[in-house]
C-alpha cells in the first residue's frame, strides 16, 4: 500500500519534471485562464448588449425609472458634491504652491476649472458612484436572485430585465452627467473659495481667468464621460447581483466584484475617451 | 409506470425523460411524471433530491438539458421570449422561501401579477388583493404593510395568496408547510386544498411533510436519485409495496436509502 503510493508519487513527480510537460502545463494555465477571461468578457458584453436592448423596448416601468433616479441621482448628491468641493479646493491650494514659483499664479483658474471640468469631475464621481451606487444594486438585486424574488417575478410574467435591470441602466445613465454638471459648479467654486479668502485673488479676475479658459468641449466631454460611467457602474452591479452565487456570500462576493470591475472599467473607459476627444 | 391515468388528453403536465445536471453533478436522470387534469399530484423525497429543479424545469426558470415537458399537450422546452411570458400566465407558484418582493407594500405584491401581467388597474388590483388576503385568512389592514414586516407563516399566506391571485390553471406549491409549527402548517394545507378547489386548477406540490401529503394530495409520486421511483393514488401509499416509499412515509434512519451517510 504504501510502496504503491510512493510509486505513485515519485511517478507525479517524474511527469512535472518531465521539461514537455511542464511547457504544456504552463500552456494549459496561461490557455485556462485566458479562455475564461474571454468568456466573462463574451457574457459581460452579451449581457451589455441585452441591457441596452431593454432600455428602449417596450414595455417601460417608469415608476420604477423615477425610483432609480431618486435612489441612483438625488442621495449621490452630497457624495459627488463634497468630493468636488474639497478637490476643487486643494487643486487651488497645491497649483498655488508650485505657480508661485515661475509666478504663474494667474494660471491657477484655468488649471482648477479644466482638470475638474475635463478629468478630475467625471472620474471621482463615477467612482464615488461606483462604491455607493454600484454596491447597492449589487447587493440588491443578488439577494432577489438568492431568495428566488427573480424566479418569482418570471412567473408573474414580468422579464426581470425590463423591471430590475432597464430602470438602474436608465437612472445611471441619465443621473451621472447631472451629477457631473454640479460637481463641475461645485468644484469651480472650491477652487474659487480658496483662491479669494485664502490665497487673496481678487474675485472679478479669477471668474474672468475661469471664463477666458473653458470651452465648450472641455464641458461636454466630462459629461459624455459621465454617461458612460454611469452606464458602466449601473451594468456592472446588474450584472454581479444578476448571476449571484447563492448563499449571503455569494451576495458578498457579488457586491465587492461589482465595485472593483466598475472602478477598473471607469479608469480604463476614462484613457480611452480622453484619447478619442483630445487627439 | 405512472398509476395516474396514461391517456395524454387528460393530462395537463407529462414529463418524459427530464434530466438536469450542474456540472458533473446529474440532478435529474430521467423525470417521467403525468400530472392528470384537475388533480393534485404531491412529489415527495428527501432534501437535495432535485424536487425544486424539477419545479424550475417545468417552469423554463432552469434549462433542462434533455427530455420533454408537455403541458396541455404541447411542448414547451424550447419555448422563449413572448410565448414563454404567454406560457407563464397558465402558472402560479408558491416559492418555499415564499420570494415576496421586499421593496413593496403587501397588496402590491399580491396584486403584481395582474397590474403588470393582466393590465389591471392599481385601483381594481389593490380591491382583489385585500379580498385575497381575506381568502387566505389575513385582515384588510396587512395590505399595507411591507414583507419584513409580517411572521413566517404571515409571509406564507401571502405567498399563497400571490399565487392564486391571477387565477392560474396550474399552480406549483414548493414546500408550502416547511418552517410552520404544526397548527399553521395545517391552516396552509387546508388553504390549499380550498383554494385549488375553487379555480378548478391543477396542483403540484413538494413536500416532505406526510401530515401534508396526507391532507392535500389526489395521488403521490416519490423522486430518487433523478428518477420517479413510485407514483400512485394517495389512497395506495401505505400499500405501495415499495421499501423507499416505506422508509420515507415512516421517516425511518435504516433501510434502502442510505445518501445521508455520505453527508
Ligand atoms: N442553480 C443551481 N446551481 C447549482 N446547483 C444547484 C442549483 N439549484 C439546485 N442545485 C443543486 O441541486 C440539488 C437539488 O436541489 P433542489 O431541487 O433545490 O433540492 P430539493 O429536492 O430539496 O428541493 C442540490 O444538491 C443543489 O445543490
Ligand atoms: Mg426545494
Redesign the pocket.
Same mark, same amino acid.
Given at each position: 500500500m504504501q510502496a504503491q503510493a510512493q510509486q505513485d508519487s515519485s511517478q507525479k513527480a517524474a511527469r512535472s519534471l518531465n521539461p514537455v510537460n511542464a511547457v504544456l502545463n504552463c500552456f494549459r494555465y496561461v490557455g485556462g485562464g485566458l479562455l475564461s477571461f474571454m468568456e466573462a468578457i463574451g457574457n459581460l458584453t452579451f449581457f451589455m448588449a441585452r441591457a441596452l436592448g431593454h432600455c428602449f423596448s417596450p414595455p417601460f416601468f417608469p415608476s420604477q425609472v423615477a425610483r432609480q433616479i431618486i435612489d441612483i441621482g438625488y442621495y449621490s448628491l452630497p457624495v459627488v458634491g463634497m468630493t468636488a468641493l474639497f478637490t476643487g479646493m486643494v487643486l487651488a491650494l497645491q497649483s498655488y504652491t508650485g505657480f508661485t514659483r515661475f509666478n504663474a499664479e494667474s494660471a491657477i483658474a484655468g488649471v482648477v476649472v479644466l482638470s475638474i471640468t475635463r478629468e478630475l469631475a467625471p472620474v471621482l464621481a463615477g467612482l464615488m458612484v461606483a462604491g455607493r451606487v454600484g454596491a447597492s444594486i449589487a447587493a440588491e438585486i443578488g439577494t432577489m436572485r438568492v431568495t428566488e424574488q427573480i424566479d418569482a417575478l418570471r412567473t408573474l410574467s414580468v422579464n426581470p430585465f425590463k423591471y430590475l435591470i432597464a430602470p438602474r441602466v436608465i437612472a445611471g445613465t441619465l443621473m451621472l452627467p447631472i451629477l457631473v454638471l454640479i460637481g463641475d459648479i461645485i468644484g469651480v467654486m472650491g477652487g474659487y473659495i480658496v483662491s479669494i479668502y485664502r490665497l487673496g485673488f481678487s474675485p472679478a479676475s479669477y471668474l474672468s481667468q475661469t471664463w477666458e479658459i473653458l470651452e465648450y468641449m472641455d464641458v461636454m466631454s466630462g459629461l459624455y464621460k459621465a454617461a458612460a460611467f454611469g452606464f458602466i457602474v449601473s451594468v456592472m452591479g446588474c450584472y454581479h447581483g444578476f448571476y449571484s452565487q447563492?448563499g449571503a456570500q455569494g451576495v458578498g462576493a457579488a457586491t465587492t466584484n461589482a465595485v472593483v470591475s466598475a472602478s477598473i472599467l471607469i479608469l480604463i473607459c476614462n484613457y480611452v475617451l480622453t484619447q478619442v476627444f483630445f487627439s | 409506470m405512472s398509476g395516474a391515468a396514461n391517456d395524454s388528453s387528460d393530462n395537463k403536465i407529462v414529463l418524459s425523460g427530464l434530466c438536469?445536471a450542474? $456540472?458533473k453533478?446529474e440532478?435529474l436522470r430521467g423525470i417521467d411524471l403525468a400530472v392528470p387534469r384537475g388533480k393534485s399530484m404531491v412529489v415527495i $423525497?428527501?432534501?437535495? =433530491? $432535485?424536487?425544486?429543479? =424539477?419545479?424550475?424545469c417545468i417552469l423554463g426558470l432552469?434549462e433542462a438539458d434533455s427530455g420533454s415537458i408537455q403541458v396541455d399537450g404541447h411542448e414547451t422546452m424550447a419555448l422563449k421570449g413572448a410565448d414563454r411570458d404567454e406560457l407563464m400566465k397558465k402558472f402560479g407558484m408558491l416559492f418555499?422561501g415564499g420570494a415576496l418582493f421586499d421593496s413593496l407594500k403587501i397588496w402590491e405584491n399580491i396584486g403584481f401579477g395582474l397590474i403588470h401581467g393582466q393590465k389591471v388597474s392599481k385601483k381594481q388590483a389593490r380591491e382583489i388583493a385585500i379580498e385575497k388576503l381575506q381568502d387566505v385568512g389575513l385582515k384588510p389592514e396587512v395590505a399595507e404593510l411591507f414583507p419584513a414586516e409580517l411572521s413566517g407563516g404571515m409571509q406564507k399566506r401571502v405567498s399563497l395568496a400571490r399565487a392564486i391571485a391571477t387565477k392560474p390553471e396550474i399552480i406549483f406549491f414548493?414546500?408550502p408547510t416547511t418552517g410552520l409549527d404544526p397548527i399553521m402548517a395545517d391552516v396552509i394545507n387546508e388553504l390549499i386544498v380550498k383554494c385549488v378547489k375553487q379555480l378548478g386548477a391543477t396542483a403540484l406540490s413538494?413536500t416532505?411533510d406526510m401530515a401534508s401529503v396526507r391532507k392535500i394530495a389526489d395521488y403521490v409520486a416519490m423522486?430518487h436519485e433523478g428518477r420517479i421511483i413510485w407514483c400512485g393514488p394517495v389512497a395506495d401509499l401505505d400499500r405501495s409495496g415499495n421499501p423507499y416509499v416505506d422508509q420515507f412515509i415512516h421517516g425511518r434512519a435504516d433501510g434502502p436509502i442510505t445518501n445521508h451517510t455520505r453527508f
Open positions: 447563492r | 438536469k450542474f $456540472g453533478n440532478i $423525497g428527501g432534501s437535495g =433530491t $432535485g424536487k425544486s429543479v =424539477t419545479l424550475k432552469l418555499q414548493d414546500e413538494i416532505h423522486i
